[in-house]
Antibody, heavy 117, light 110 residues
Framework: EVQLVESGGGLVQPGGSLRLSCAAS????????MHWVRQVPGKGLVWVSR????????SYADSVKGRFTISRDNAKNTLYLQMNSLRVEDTAVYYC??????????WGQGTLVTVSS | QSALTQPRSVSGSPGQSVTISCTGT?????????VSWYQQHPGKAPKLMIY???KRPSGVPDRFSGSKSGNTASLTISGLQAEDEADYYC??????????FGGGTKLTVL
């Protein structure tokens, strides 16, 4: 069974940093692209970032480009999202998702990030 | 404002069929056959229901079907059941390995 467990969310002040982690199990992690998607509570889904299987290629939404960095450790079956220069509008539940180049097929339960002074 | 346009809500009675539309442009929905649909119950993570416009993952009932015409994709749910009541989101590949989502549609089973 595919399991994706996010951690690292919490309360941070504007301008601060946070690193999210996603522990993956139940599948061959190194064979799949991974993504982060976020959702403001009560609002819609927004794709944030993706990384290919070996970490050599990444993409970002314009809203986070230059501030967020996606990475992975295939030896630890773990996906990361380093978030710097956080803004109030980055407040959301962040989901880790397994997928490919064109689909997001399994989702974690999410971790809440709150940016507030 | 989301890049893909969905109706905010749709409704239907048990046993009926409903269709949710997802309108984009030639740069997203119309340009690729990589539209997917996700179901999200309150407080839960989204679940993949349709991918590559019309393919169903294993375990998704065949009451769920997808299609596309031009810049508009559609999700049809036939034989509505109470457990289908949820939010539904479309998603399109938009090139450079990035994605756009629709704003979501709340399905109410009357």
């Amino acid at each position: 069974e595919v399991q994706l467990v996010e951690s690292g969310g919490g309360l941070v002040q504007p301008g601060g940093s946070l690193r999210l982690s996603c522990a993956a199990s139940g599948f061959s992690f190194s064979n799949y692209w991974m993504h982060w998607v976020r959702q403001v509570p009560g609002k819609g889904l927004v794709w944030v970032s993706r990384i290919n299987t070996d970490g050599s290629s990444t993409s970002y939404a314009d809203s986070v480009k230059g501030r967020f960095t996606i990475s992975r450790d295939n030896a630890k079956n773990t996906l990361y999202l380093q978030m710097n220069s956080l803004r109030v509008e980055d407040t959301a539940v962040y989901y880790c998702t397994k997928g490919g180049a064109t689909v997001l097929d399994n989702w974690g339960q999410g971790t809440l990030v709150t940016v507030s002074s | 404002q989301s890049a893909l346009t969905q109706p905010r809500s749709v409704s239907g009675s048990p046993g009926q069929s409903v269709t949710i539309s997802c309108t984009g442009t030639s740069s997203d929905v119309g340009g690729y056959n990589y539209v997917s649909w996700y179901q999200q119950h309150p407080g839960k993570a989204p679940k993949l229901m349709i991918y590559d416009v019309s393919k169903r993952p294993s375990g998704v009932p065949d009451r769920f079907s997808g299609s596309k015409s031009g810049n508009t994709a559609s999700l049809t749910i036939s034989g509505l059941q109470a457990e289908d009541e949820a939010d539904y989101y479309c998603c399109s590949f938009v090139g450079s390995y990035t994605f756009d989502f629709g704003g979501g549609t709340k399905l109410t089973v009357l």
